[in-house]
């Protein structure tokens, strides 16, 4: 079993940086809103990590893991690559849809049913709600990935707020039913 690399928060380095640098242009931030990138990139991605271990191979100058909600609409798994760090043992996301107007279907469904599989483990994920918390783990992940000021810059032009998702690691009685649906191996109270 593959689990994810514990991800500190630090400002990238040498050639990462600049790639980082390329990614928060404008111009890539409006490919990445594209259509064409959308249907591609957004869904294929996630096969080739299911394929390579549910991971991206580590020439990218940030981590990136298989988050996988049940859909809310039809119960069927859902499954998008997401740039993550950790913050001590929980693990961090932003849903910023590359600065789009709307939160991705992702964060929706994790709200709807917060039992989540990123990396092969078992998370709940929770928004965060207190603002002073939000701030703290905003300036993490700008220093980490900063891409993300770009995105909220867009998305503040039609009005949204990029929310800040924790993932909290769930007790080792929780096991899954081979479908990726979680269930309890603790005795019913």
Known sequence: ????????????????????????????????????????????????????????????????????????????????????FNDGENVVLVPSKGGMPT??????NAIADPNVT????????????DEDEKARLRTLGDTYYPPYVTYRAHAARYGRRIPILRLIPQSSDVSNDGDGRPFSTAPAT
């Not at 990123?118 to 709600?129: L, Y």
Request: with cysteine; hydrophobic share 40%; net charge positive.
């Open 103 to 108: 939160d991705p279907h992702w964060l929706e």
């Open 1 to 84: 079993m593959h689990t994810l690399p514990q991800v500190s928060p630090e400002p990238p380095h040498g050639i990462g940086k600049l790639v980082l640098r390329l990614l928060s242009t404008r111009l890539n931030c409006a490919l990445e809103r594209s259509l064409p990138f959308r249907l591609i990139v957004w869904r294929l991605v996630p096969r080739v990590m299911r394929g390579l271990g549910k991971r991206l191979p580590p020439v990218l100058p940030f981590a990136a893991g298989l988050l996988e909600t049940r859909d809310a609409r039809n119960g069927r798994p859902h499954r998008r690559a997401v740039v993550y």
């Open 118 to 129: 990123f990396g092969n483990q078992r998370f709940r994920a929770e928004v965060v709600a």
